[in-house]
């Protein structure tokens, strides 16, 4: 599950916690002080009442979990882990680390999906104008030609009209394809349920180019992930499920989960990750 707050909020409170922790600041006043600090309102709330769960009695991880719209699961077991070690302020760091290169890579994923949509949307705009303005104006203006001035009428139309031709059947498709990448675009993100959802997710794994890109990425976030999570003492298999919970993707979380029955049935994890078509 996502967070249901901005980024923002979230890293500022992991990063502020983990550095209470580290000098003995006990977590209940900590907490408070965050409440009046942050911007967003509901946000806010939820850490009054963390505040108030920890001043009852709850653990840590216990006050964190009554709030599961706000923290992602992955965060919720972490922590739960690092406490059940007795390694929470080296965990909150984790968490922190975690955190950042998620959404670094989130922005540069962004990034790139981004320019090329761009670029259909510029070429498709321009052709669309071309042909639905300039060449109906055009071609207006050669019917009040003269026809004593036929020479002209077929200069214009071999200077106009010919290269406008040419450029419609281009232009059509790249608006054919934006649409498409439009509507796509916006199924997904409204989509995800049921096998629609899953529908997507594996479309998003085989797409040309962009299918290998996404494959890159979601390996690039679990050897981070898993890297920072098994710095915190967290044994290899239930890693591998916290790093499961950091991914929409259901594909890309399914082939996690059978790498962790396969790394506990005693092989090891180059074996296990070679068995499953997901990481390049």
């Not at 899953?198 to 797409?207: A, E, G, Q």
């Amino acid at each position: 599950m996502q967070p249901k707050f901005p980024f923002d909020d979230l890293l500022l409170f992991t990063q502020h916690v983990g550095a209470a922790m580290k000098v003995g600041v006990p977590l209940h006043p900590t907490i408070e002080i965050l409440a009046g600090e942050m911007v967003n309102r509901k946000f806010r709330r939820t850490l009054i009442q963390v505040a108030a769960d920890l001043k009852a009695g709850a653990t840590f991880h216990e006050a964190l979990s009554k709030e599961p719209r706000t923290f992602p699961d992955y965060y919720l077991r972490t922590l739960k882990a690092g406490e059940a070690a007795g390694s929470l302020p080296e965990t909150m760091e984790q968490l922190v680390d975690i955190l950042q290169h998620n959404f670094i890579l989130s922005q540069k994923l962004k990034k790139a999906f981004a320019y090329p949509l761009v670029i259909l949307l510029i070429l498709g705009c321009m052709g669309l104008f071309y042909t639905s303005l300039v060449l109906p104006t055009v071609e207006s203006v050669m019917d009040e030609v003269k026809a004593g001035e036929d020479w002209l009428t077929g200069d214009i139309e071999a200077a106009v009209v010919m290269p406008a031709a040419h450029a419609y059947f281009p232009a059509a498709i790249v608006s054919i394809v934006l649409i498409i990448g439009i509507l796509f675009f916006l199924a997904r993100r409204f989509v995800r349920a049921g096998w629609c959802g899953l529908t997507f997710d594996r479309i998003d794994l085989n797409l040309p180019f962009l299918g290998v890109f996404t494959r890159y990425a979601i390996a690039s976030r679990l050897t981070r992930s898993l890297a920072s999570i098994l710095r915190c003492g967290i044994p290899l298999p239930e890693a591998l499920g916290l790093c499961a919970d950091m991914f929409e993707n259901r594909i890309a979380r399914s082939s996690l989960l059978k790498t962790r029955e396969t790394v506990e049935k005693g092989e090891t994890l180059g074996t296990a990750m070679l068995s499953e078509s997901l990481f390049p």
